[in-house]
T-cell receptor, first 112, second 115 residues
Framework: EDQVTQSPEALRLQEGESSSLNCSYT??????LFWYRQDPGKGPEFLFT???AGEEKEKERLKATLTKKESFLHITAPKPEDSATYLC?????????????FGSGTRLQVQP | NAGVTQTPKFQVLKTGQSMTLQCAQD?????MSWYRQDPGMGLRLIHY???????DQGEVPNGYNVSRSTTEDFPLRLLSAAPSQTSVYFC??????????????FGSGTRLTVV
């Protein structure tokens, strides 16, 4: 059974204080690992897809990396507008299904 | 530029009532799915569709029904509401079917309370 574990559950940072969020996964035949951002009362917003170990992707202050067992979302010099819940998900082949298995998320708060 | 539209945004049901959550997308996406989000449990797949006329069950399908008569619409029906179905429901869509991944576009959600 595919499993995704995110840590920490919650993280409070000061503006400009860089940190990393962790996503550990157990899946047979990883097809892709995905990061989403979710603001309160809204649906998740797609950030990145990573396909193979060693891959990195960047978007503004965010950089996602992937190893064979985990992914990190690095946040450099965060701003208050980066406050959100960050979700990690994995996709593995399942007889044609494109379903994602999601972690429970890391709730990030950036204080000015 | 609507994307994925879900209605209603909020709903309160009594146990045993039925209702339909609506989902419509205007991006001509083949793949559509329904997830529920509960505190501490992440998003869980209820049902999905890879195209008009084709649906299949996800991880937690019991108590829910879907149909896909058009590419644009993918309604979710609660047959007989139970308190355990209190949750936030998200509809999502994406291009392609099984061969490639383009990233899901999510709706803004329906917050359902069953009393």
């Amino acid at each position: 059974e595919d499993q995704v574990t995110q840590s920490p559950e919650a993280l409070r940072l000061q503006e400009g204080e860089s940190s990393s969020l962790n996503c550990s996964y157990t899946v047979s035949g990883l097809r892709g690992l995905f990061w989403y951002r979710q603001d309160p009362g809204k649906g998740p917003e797609f950030l990145f897809t990573l396909y193979s170990a060693g891959e990195e992707k960047e978007k503004e202050r965010l950089k996602a990396t992937l190893t064979k067992k985990e992914s990190f979302l690095h946040i450099t010099a965060p701003k208050p507008e980066d406050s959100a819940t960050y979700l990690c998900a994995v996709q593995a082949p399942r007889a044609g299904r494109r379903a994602l298995t999601f972690g429970s998320g890391t709730r990030l708060q950036v204080q000015p | 530029n609507a994307g994925v539209t879900q209605t209603p945004k909020f709903q309160v049901l009594k146990t045993g009532q039925s209702m339909t959550l609506q989902c419509a997308q205007d991006m001509n996406h083949e793949y559509m799915s329904w997830y529920r989000q509960d505190p501490g449990m992440g998003l869980r797949l209820i049902h999905y569709s890879v195209g008009a006329g084709i649906t299949d069950q996800g991880e937690v399908p019991n108590g829910y029904n879907v149909s896909r008569s058009t590419t644009e619409d993918f309604p979710l029906r609660l047959l007989s509401a139970a308190p355990s179905q209190t949750s936030v429901y998200f509809c999502a869509s994406s291009r392609g079917s099984t061969k490639s991944y383009y990233g899901y576009t999510f709706g803004s959600g329906t917050r359902l309370t069953v009393v």
